[in-house]
């Protein structure tokens, strides 16, 4: 049975940190290209960062030298490191397996 379970989420100041991680299993994880989606109520679900299985990864602008996407094939999961973070980047955050599987989410909110 494949599982992407999400962990980590919750409140954060403006400025702060928090770091994701997504556990994986039922199915082989290190051939799978890895990313994380957030979504806002009312707004399409959009791509956060994304770790091919060899390790490269990207960022969407809003997001790139503050967020760090990392893979660990040994333990089956993969981790969103986000600093400096925004009121913008309150969200829900997906962890997908190149979009054919998805965790349920976990909440994110930036706020003072």
């Known amino acids: 049975q494949v599982q992407l379970v999400e962990s980590g989420g919750g409140l954060a100041q403006p400025g702060g940190s928090l770091r994701l991680s997504c556990a994986a299993s039922g199915f082989i994880f290190s051939i799978y290209t890895m990313a994380w989606y957030r979504q806002v109520p009312g707004k399409q679900r959009e791509l956060v960062a994304v770790?091919?299985?060899?390790?490269?990864?990207n960022y969407a602008d809003s997001v790139k030298g503050r967020f760090t996407i990392s893979r660990d094939n040994a333990k089956n999961t993969v981790q969103l490191q986000m600093n400096s973070l925004k009121s913008d980047d309150t969200a829900v955050y997906y962890c997908t397996a190149d979009t054919h599987y998805w965790g349920k989410g976990t909440l994110v909110t930036v706020s003072a």
């Open positions: 770790v091919t299985s060899r390790g490269v990864s």
